[in-house]
């Protein structure tokens, strides 16, 4: 899975896909590689239903981000600032570094 925590994606497929030309774009908040899911700032938002607990805990309709296939999403490029592919670079002492298959500039983390 190329996505990380922390990394901007665009929203290519799905309901909240782009709108006249304009991407969707959000924050990663949480990712689940073994399932290929990601949940995404402000993206795919579902509505649920919350029981009161107590009488200081009130119920009601809660909004809230949920998870959806990775493949749905493509990471933003924070040089270029265009959805792109993810490439890999080794360097001399052996770590993987990411870099944009558009402009060929790492991601720094």
């Known amino acids: 899975m190329n996505i990380k925590k ?3 994606v665009a929203i290519m497929t799905g309901e ?3 709108n006249k030309g304009k991407l969707k774009k959000g924050k990663v908040l949480t ?4 399932e290929n899911k990601i949940i995404v700032e402000g993206i795919n938002m579902v509505t649920k239903h ?3 607990k107590s009488a200081s805990d009130p ?8 998870a ?9 490029c ?3 600032g265009k959805p792109a592919r993810i490439g890999y670079q080794i360097l001399g002492d052996g770590t993987k570094l990411r870099v944009c298959k558009k ?5 720094k983390k």
């Open 59 to 66: 119920g009601g309709k809660i909004n809230q981000e949920a």
């Open 16 to 18: 909240d896909k782009a």
């Open 78 to 80: 924070p040089s270029c």
């Open 31 to 34: 990712v689940f590689p073994k």
């Open 68 to 76: 959806f296939d990775a493949s749905n999403a493509m990471v933003v």
């Open 6 to 8: 922390g990394d901007t």
């Open 50 to 52: 919350k029981k009161a």
């Open 103 to 107: 402009c060929g500039e790492p991601f």
